[in-house]
């Protein structure tokens, strides 16, 4: 089956210089939400028109775009897409701002389409507020759809109306799109017309109407956002994981938990993440599209594009950049920050500590106020701390430089040239002593202030 995902429109009461489909729910964009369901059907294609550009930027490399410009109604764009659309496949056509249709609704759609050998099933539901919508009128075994500007006062009563989501047989399609007349009171070509020129046609009713729930402004994109992060939440509940405060907790569509991790409140969780069992995560953490293993902590701190391994406790307030990974059993603890960093087994940077593009060996210490320079205002450079080296507090590494194993770097250190194995490196000013310097110092700030 080929996918037709409808995305050009202006979202004007969105009130927005972006298009209405980049707009985010929980954290992930409406059109990513759409293009994520097609792929489980079959190719995807997009049309585009308003800012295209932006659009595309959040379409993975495999989806096909057509340019629909101007935009002349959902008729127009599917003849924009023509060359997308197959003989021998059926079309579903779904739209880039109706972002929570699932799965099973669409199988149930395919699954009438091809019992009853339809050349189009159409997804309904049924509402007692039906004004705007187009009305389903069944007439000698067919269906037609009347859009609600040009149906009549009978018309207008009819209770069942129309999606917008349809299974055509392509064939279908290609044989009757050249057939679409923009004679109607808003002068656009409905893809609602192709539905009453079929002679094999029939409706799936839907009962959660939400799934079809479409987003026109702000108010509707966070009303859509809570019921999506309430579904998620309870279906991560049910499966086994602990969310302490629903109400404050926020886990995207696409992250994966397993059983017996407690998510402690204001968390957010975004993008392909997945965490393993009996993690800890929280209170005031953000994880984005990381990895995380078994019986690993993360509280009150940032994870980003990084890789935890199992029995790893990180924060509180530490930021994981992109490209971190840590070992087993790793500790990284309050006000450390690491980027492009992989730490070894069962080390240690325990606090206020940057790591940057830095390789650290299995059982090293890194000690307090620790840096790695790593940039020169040019160029960022690479350092290497060996297995069971120990990283005195306030040293700063300057790279490129390795640290030997087993090796030590005094407290307070600059260390500019590599180190070998188990050498002890100092890098600092020779200590002075001016005895009673303090004392002759306070008496003359004493006696200074006497003359005053």
Same mark, same amino acid.
């Given at each position: &089956?080929?996918?037709?995902?409808?995305?050009?429109?202006?979202?004007? !009461?969105?009130?927005?210089?972006?298009? /209405?489909?980049? =707009? $985010?729910?929980?954290?992930?964009? &409406?059109?990513?939400?759409?293009?994520?369901?097609?792929?489980?059907? %079959?190719? *995807?294609?997009?049309?585009? @028109?308003?800012?295209?550009?932006? *659009?595309?930027?959040?379409?993975?490399?495999?989806?096909?775009?057509?340019?629909?410009?101007?935009?002349?109604?959902?008729?127009?764009?599917?003849?924009?897409?023509?060359?997308?659309?197959?003989?021998?496949?059926?079309?579903?056509?779904?739209?880039?701002?109706?972002?929570?249709?699932?799965?099973?609704?669409?199988?149930?759609?395919?699954?009438? =389409?091809?019992?009853?050998?339809?050349?189009?099933?159409?997804?309904?539901?049924?509402?007692?507020?039906?004004?705007?919508?187009?009305?389903?009128?069944?007439?000698?075994?067919? *269906?037609?759809?009347?859009?609600?500007?040009?149906?009549?006062?009978?018309?207008?009563?009819?209770?069942?109306?129309?999606? @917008?989501?349809?299974?055509?047989?392509?064939?279908?399609?290609?044989?009757? #799109?050249? /057939? #679409?007349?923009?004679?109607?009171?808003?002068?656009?070509?409905?893809?609602?017309?192709?539905?009453?020129?079929?002679?094999?046609?029939?409706?799936?009713?839907?009962?959660? +109407?939400?799934?079809?729930?479409?987003?026109?402004? !702000?108010?509707?994109?966070?009303?859509?956002?809570?019921?999506?992060?309430? !579904?998620?939440?309870? $279906?991560?509940?049910?499966?086994?994981?602990? +969310?302490?405060?629903?109400?404050?907790?926020?886990?995207?569509?696409?992250?994966?938990?397993?059983?017996?991790?407690?998510?402690?409140?204001?968390?957010?969780?975004?993008?392909?993440?997945?965490? %393993?069992?009996?993690?800890?995560?929280?209170?005031?953490?953000?994880?984005?599209?990381?990895?995380?293993?078994?019986?690993? /902590? *993360?509280?009150?701190?940032?994870?980003?594009?990084?890789?935890?391994?199992?029995?790893?406790?990180?924060?509180?307030?530490?930021?994981?950049?992109?490209?971190?990974?840590?070992?087993?059993?790793?500790?990284?603890?309050?006000?450390?920050?690491?980027?492009?960093?992989?730490?070894?087994?069962?080390?240690?940077?325990?606090?206020?500590?940057? #790591?940057?593009?830095?390789?650290?060996?299995?059982?090293?210490?890194?000690?307090?106020?620790?840096?790695?320079?790593?940039?020169?205002?040019? /160029?960022?450079?690479?350092?290497?701390?060996?297995?069971?080296?120990?990283?005195?507090?306030?040293?700063?590494?300057?790279?490129?430089?390795?640290?030997?194993?087993?090796?030590?770097?005094?407290?307070?250190?600059?260390?500019?040239?590599?180190?070998?194995?188990?050498?002890?490196?100092?890098?600092?000013?020779?200590?002075?002593?001016?005895? @009673?310097?303090?004392?002759?110092? !306070?008496?003359?700030?004493?006696?200074?202030?006497?003359?005053?």
């Amino acid at each position: &089956m080929k996918v037709l995902i409808l995305a050009a429109g202006l979202g004007k !009461r969105m009130k927005s210089k972006y298009p /209405k489909v980049v =707009h $985010k729910i929980l954290g992930k964009p &409406m059109i990513n939400w759409v293009v994520d369901l097609g792929k489980a059907f %079959g190719e *995807v294609g997009v049309v585009v @028109g308003h800012k295209a550009d932006i *659009v595309k930027s959040y379409l993975p490399e495999d989806v096909k775009t057509y340019l629909q410009e101007p935009q002349l109604g959902t008729g127009h764009a599917v003849m924009c897409a023509r060359d997308f659309i197959s003989e021998n496949e059926d079309l579903l056509v779904l739209y880039g701002d109706v972002p929570l249709l699932s799965k099973e609704t669409i199988n149930k759609l395919k699954k009438e =389409h091809e019992e009853q050998k339809n050349q189009v099933t159409v997804l309904t539901f049924v509402t007692d507020n039906p004004a705007g919508y187009g009305r389903i009128i069944r007439e000698n075994g067919k *269906v037609r759809i009347v859009e609600d500007k040009d149906a009549t006062e009978e018309e207008k009563k009819i209770k069942e109306v129309n999606s @917008g989501i349809y299974i055509f047989s392509g064939k279908f399609v290609l044989e009757n #799109l050249d /057939k #679409l007349s923009n004679n109607n009171a808003q002068g656009e070509y409905y893809l609602t017309d192709l539905v009453g020129m079929a002679e094999r046609s029939s409706t799936v009713i839907l009962e959660d +109407i939400v799934e079809v729930s479409g987003v026109n402004d !702000r108010i509707q994109l966070a009303q859509l956002e809570t019921i999506a992060k309430q !579904r998620i939440l309870e $279906k991560l509940m049910l499966s086994g994981v602990t +969310i302490v405060d629903p109400n404050s907790t926020f886990i995207g569509p696409d992250v994966e938990i397993g059983m017996d991790t407690i998510i402690y409140p204001f968390t957010i969780i975004e993008g392909y993440t997945k965490i %393993g069992e009996d993690c800890e995560v929280g209170p005031y953490s953000h994880i984005v599209d990381s990895n995380i293993g078994n019986e690993v /902590k *993360v509280i009150r701190s940032e994870v980003e594009k990084s890789v935890i391994e199992n029995k790893v406790s990180v924060g509180p307030f530490s930021r994981l950049r992109e490209g971190t990974v840590l070992k087993e059993k790793v500790k990284i603890g309050n006000f450390v920050e690491t980027k492009k960093t992989t730490v070894g087994k069962n080390s240690k940077a325990q606090h206020l500590t940057y #790591l940057g593009d830095a390789t650290i060996g299995e059982d090293v210490n890194v000690g307090a106020g620790t840096i790695t320079c790593n940039y020169d205002g040019y /160029k960022k450079y690479p350092t290497y701390i060996g297995d069971g080296a120990f990283i005195g507090s306030n040293s700063s590494l300057v790279a490129p430089v390795n640290i030997g194993k087993g090796a030590i770097t005094g407290a307070g250190s600059v260390i500019t040239e590599d180190v070998p194995d188990d050498a002890l490196a100092l890098g600092r000013a020779r200590q002075i002593i001016k005895e @009673g310097w303090a004392k002759k110092k !306070r008496e003359e700030l004493k006696n200074a202030d006497h003359k005053e």
